[in-house]
């Protein structure tokens, strides 16, 4: 397209912005008809080799839910060359058969063309939305809470999935997770057992002595013995001297904020996945799909965080106020909820670290004070989780 084709397509009042990237322009603009058209030139002559339009869909207004339709459409120049006249065969540019002949062809006069022109391919193109649908269906699969799977886009053209699992079961199951976008060119996905990756790094090492190895595994435990938790004369005193069932509190408490934290990881790596042009540039389905895993993640940690108020509250709190939390301030943007986010991860791991520390041996207990001061994180890491799931 042309610049007169594209002020034609955006309008005279459109509003336009131009952005350098590496060896391109790209133009971006906006108006009433176009929600938003991208064109991308080469930086050397001008050249277009890529135009983006999101368009409402006038033949529908609205879904059945009440959700207004937008159509994209995305051109992509898969091949241009500039080759010398005498390199081109002359009927390149005559006109095929079936156009100028009064009879109607019998054969297919292309088949027999030795001179035939094979048309480019589709180029493979990872974009973001490819991206958000790999995380919606890891997440649909469970791998998305510190298990160790990866998404690394590659370029433009690479997708790429890598995942160390525990059993060839859990492996099976991410594979079958992942088979609706297995077959996609720009996909790689490169999912192996702790086993096949010692064998791995026991190969490597035996070829190269010096490396280190692949991967390595940390087991850490946490346990919560007899008279050695900071918060154990609290629950002896409230559990009438029950060792046991002080145990099994404690070590109930470390498991609900240990989930908490893996949510409010997972929250962290989903903002932290895209840039924020990534953001702005995907489709509306796309992006609905990516608010939609923000949203349960934030909803998960609210919820472990505030079963874990309810439950210290009988033993700790007993004056304090049993309501749940009040929202927070309303998120309008992506840079919003990008601090929001963070702030809830920094809330997150000072509250994981207390109860940590309160209720188990594995460290001195300095600072594990199930406090007044703790008691309002506690409602404050709520209050950010539900003001996240109501972000705009």
Avoid: C
Avoid at 238 to 251: I, K, V
């Amino acid at each position: 397209p042309s610049a007169r084709d594209f002020t034609a397509l955006v309008g005279d009042r459109a509003t336009t912005h131009v952005e350098q990237r590496g060896e391109t322009y790209l133009i971006s603009a906006e108006s009433a008809d176009v929600i938003k058209a991208t064109l991308i030139l080469s930086k050397s002559d001008l050249h277009a080799t890529e135009l983006k339009l999101l368009v409402r869909d006038n033949s529908n207004q609205q879904s059945a839910i009440g959700n207004r339709q937008w159509t994209e459409f995305h051109f992509v120049e898969s091949r241009f060359e500039r080759r010398p006249i005498d390199a081109v065969a002359p009927a390149l540019f005559e006109p095929d058969a079936e156009l100028i002949s009064s009879i109607a062809p019998t054969g297919n006069p292309k088949a027999e063309a030795p001179d035939a022109v094979t048309q480019p391919t589709t180029p493979v193109i990872a974009t973001a939305a490819l991206e958000v649908e790999v995380l919606t269906l890891l997440h649909q699969a469970g791998a998305d809470l510190g298990e160790q799977v990866s998404v690394t886009r590659v370029g433009d053209d690479e997708l790429k999935i890598q995942g160390l699992v525990d059993s060839d079961k859990r492996k099976s199951e991410l594979l079958a997770a992942l088979s609706s976008v297995s077959r996609n060119p720009a996909v790689k996905i490169e999912i192996r057992t702790v086993a096949e990756a010692t064998v791995a790094a026991d190969k490597n090492a035996r070829r190269n002595p010096k490396s280190a190895p692949l991967e390595s595994v940390t087991v850490e435990r946490i346990e919560a013995e007899r008279n050695a938790m900071p918060a154990g004369p609290e629950l002896r005193r409230y559990f009438g001297g029950d060792y046991e069932q002080a145990r099994r509190f404690a070590l109930r408490m470390i498991n609900r904020s240990h989930v908490a934290m893996r949510h409010a990881g997972a929250l962290k790596r989903l903002l932290n996945q895209f840039a924020p042009q990534d953001l702005r540039e995907l489709s509306p389905e796309a992006r609905a799909k990516w608010m939609a895993l923000i949203r349960s993640h934030a909803n998960a940690f609210q919820a472990e965080t505030a079963a874990l108020r309810q439950e210290l509250q009988p033993i700790f709190f007993a004056s304090a106020p049993s309501g749940g939390s009040q929202e927070g301030s309303a998120i309008t943007s992506d840079d919003e909820l990008a601090r929001a986010v963070t702030r809830l991860f920094d809330l997150g791991s000072a509250n994981d670290d207390t109860v940590s520390a309160a209720f188990s041996s594995s460290g001195s207990g300095a600072g594990a004070t199930i406090s007044s001061k703790f008691w309002v994180l506690l409602k404050s890491a709520e209050s950010l989780a539900a003001a996240i799931q109501k972000a705009r």
